[in-house]
């Protein structure tokens, strides 16, 4: 890493003698100050390194989603396609209930028909049956008069 800052040690290490340092104490705190400066602070070219970085994080993210994107498209064209045959065999199944709902209403049509049929067969029989029973019952009774 290069230096993060300009740090004049010389100047540094002058005034600290100045003040009452050493010039082995000044000098070694000089050190500890650049250490700890270089240490701590970015550069530009520290800056640009993680940019790039960051970049082609981004650019992997990005290509990523493209991947998710066209598997999503992928998985939605499937279950489009899976939901149409469901409908198709769905549709399939009312049409056949319907036709035997149909030939079930024709079949109880044609039985009640039959039924209405033999009950006034039946209905006919009786009333001329009473007819003819009461006509001889009125023969009866004029005669007997």
């Keep these: 890493m290069t230096e993060a800052i300009a740090f004049d040690t010389h100047r540094f290490v002058k005034r600290l003698t100045e003040s009452g340092f050493t010039e082995k104490q000044a ?27 960051t970049k082609a994080d981004i650019a992997k993210v990005e290509a990523g989603m493209d991947a998710l994107r066209q598997e999503t498209k992928a ?26 709902t149909k030939a079930g209403i024709e079949a109880l049509r044609h039985e009640t028909t039959a039924t ?29 008069l």
């Excluded at 070694?28 to 640009?48: C, M, R």
């Design 75 to 100: 998985g939605i064209e499937a279950l489009r396609q899976e939901t149409k045959a469901d409908i198709a065999k769905v549709e399939a199944g009312m049409d056949a209930l319907r036709q035997e």
């Design 27 to 53: 000098e070694t705190l000089a050190e500890e100050h650049v250490a700890l400066l270089n240490s701590n602070l970015a550069t530009k070219g520290d800056i640009e390194s993680s940019r790039q970085e």
């Design 116 to 144: 209405i049929a033999a009950v006034k067969a039946d209905l006919v029989k009786w009333l001329f049956g009473g007819m003819i029973a009461q006509g001889g019952l009125i023969v009866a009774l004029v005669k007997l």
